[in-house]
């Protein structure tokens, strides 16, 4: 039987993944970050699907099929990840609005809307 995926440890081996893509950053070793990207990719699409199979159903709607077109990212002291969208209801030609979809470590998940990206 296959264990169930763990958000901390998932999370912990992203944010190490990170720190190696910003060592080949500097490095400008661009192989070494594809491969590091594909790792990271994987982990993402995973916590994505824990986050739909865990959301509630207003969140539920407005989540696209993958996480593929959102931006992420991750709180290293909240311990959350961030899934970050356009808000195509609120987002004008002069303006666009973001919303933020997060998941913490204990499956927490909420939205952030009009999300500031700083």
Do not use: H
């Not at 990271?40 to 996480?67: G, R, S, V």
């Not at 004008?92 to 933020?100: C, G, H, R, S, V």
């Amino acid at each position: 039987m296959a264990s169930k995926p763990n958000l901390k440890n998932m999370f912990q081996e992203w944010n190490e993944l990170n720190s190696k893509t910003q060592e080949s950053m500097g490095n400008f070793d661009f192989a070494n970050i594809k491969k590091i990207r594909e790792s990271q990719n994987k982990i993402e699409d995973t916590i994505y699907e824990i986050l739909k199979e865990n959301a509630p159903e207003n969140i539920k709607e407005i989540l696209p099929e993958t996480c593929g077109e959102m931006e992420v990212g991750y709180d290293t002291e909240g311990e959350a990840f961030y899934f970050v969208m356009i808000d195509e209801d609120d987002s004008t030609d002069e303006e666009i609005k973001l919303n933020a979809i997060t998941i913490d470590t204990n499956k927490k998940i909420s939205m952030i809307e009009d999300f500031k990206i700083e």
